[in-house]
């Protein structure tokens, strides 16, 4: 057994206990697993993590105000609503009660498995290595946070998926919004590529797990239901 795979072991162990198990929903946790998928990310000092760095020295030279401020809005939004744009006004937390507690289940599973995997890696925020970069936004953690894979785009890409299933005529529009998503942590400067990048494949993995879930297909149905009739689609 190497070091990370060790490290991966533990880490799901502690994540089989009865106070770590309440926070997911529909996602054992035995099933955390899919975090072993992910690759190593660049490390420190590297050639690819220097390629990294130059391209969010060149998002932060190209930023308008107006980016940075969409990207605020993103940051510190991390509920379904964020697709909001893509539904239209009907799509409010107070008209869809029953799509908001969805999504603030998967929300949760979402940051349970991007947990295991952060500690995997621990790999620091790019702003932390290199403090002449300059963020748009205010961050949510501890400097010494982890940050591969990212965290906003792994829940933006697991709650556009799980609307997708929702809405697939609006699926394109669902997809082309969560990609926007997930590239805002790069506009703020919160993120390498690569930790948003590695977001997308592990929320294919983990919504994949969760499909298998009855809880999961008993809460879709209910608020697939609800939402398709307040955007006025047949169910």
């Known amino acids: 057994m190497n070091g990370r795979t060790g490290l991966f072991f533990a880490i799901l ?6 106070s770590a198990a309440k926070e997911l929903f529909y996602i054992l946790p035995r099933d955390a ?3 072993s998928m992910l690759p190593d990310p660049p490390a420190d ?3 690819a993590q220097q390629a990294e760095l130059a391209a969010l020295h060149a998002i932060e030279a190209g930023r308008s105000e107006a980016q940075a401020e969409a990207a605020r809005a993103d940051s510190d939004d991390k509920s379904i609503f964020v697709f909001r744009a893509v539904f239209g006004p009907s799509f409010t937390r107070e008209s869809l009660p029953l799509t908001a507690a969805l999504g603030e289940r998967i ?5 349970a498995n991007g947990r295991v995997a952060k500690k995997i890696f621990h790999r620091l925020h790019p702003y932390t290595f290199d403090q002449s970069l300059h963020t748009a936004c205010k961050p949510h953690h501890a400097p010494e946070a ?3 894979p990212s965290g906003h785009a792994l829940r ?4 556009g998926l799980t609307l997708a299933e929702m809405v ?3 699926r394109q529009e669902i997809f082309v919004r969560a990609a926007d998503y997930a590239h805002n942590r790069l506009v703020c400067g919160m993120h390498y590529p690569s930790d948003v990048e590695a977001s997308k494949p592990l929320a294919y993995a983990i919504h994949a797990l969760m499909t298998r879930s009855p809880a999961y297909r008993r809460d879709l ?3 697939r239901a609800e939402l398709r009739k307040a955007i006025n689609l047949p169910d």
């Open 107 to 111: 929300d949760g599973d979402s940051s």
């Open 13 to 18: 162990l502690a994540f089989a206990s009865p």
């Open 156 to 159: 933006g890409w697991l709650l």
């Open 168 to 170: 697939p005529e609006k």
């Open 33 to 35: 697993a899919s975090v």
């Open 45 to 47: 000092g590297s050639p």
């Open 146 to 148: 982890d940050a591969y």
């Open 221 to 223: 149905t209910a608020a």
